[in-house]
Nanobody
């Protein structure tokens, strides 16, 4: 069984930064793409960013390009999301997820392809 544990959420003013981390259990972390999703109140969960199994390919939704950076450390079984220039519309619960295989580009957007999820961490951006 794979467990994903997020940390690093909090309250920040618009224009500020936060770094989310996700620690994964298991020995096969490096075989799978990892993703970050978010869900705002009253809205569906949406894709934010993903990184291929090797870390060589990253994918972002348009609204965060140039502001967020996803990275992974396969030696430590961790994936992170550096969020800069935060906006109030970034407010949501952020979830770390493990893809069922590897992915790149638009293939990483498909939420049903992710089969393990963390419990989520709240990010609140005040205006």
């Amino acid at each position: 069984q794979v467990q994903l544990v997020e940390s690093g959420g909090g309250l920040v003013q618009a224009g500020g930064s936060l770094r989310l981390s996700c620690a994964a259990s298991g020995r096969t972390f490096s075989r799978y793409a990892m993703g970050w999703f978010r869900q705002a109140p009253g809205k569906e969960r949406e894709f934010v960013a993903a990184i291929s199994s090797s870390g060589g390919i990253t994918t972002y939704t348009d609204s965060v390009k140039g502001r967020f950076t996803i990275a992974r450390d396969n030696a430590k079984n961790t994936v992170s999301l550096q969020m800069n220039s935060l906006k109030p519309e970034d407010t949501a619960v952020y979830y770390c997820a493990r893809h069922g295989s590897d992915c790149s580009g638009i293939g990483c957007y498909v939420i049903i392809r992710y089969n393990y999820w963390g419990q989520g961490t709240q990010v609140t951006v005040s205006s």
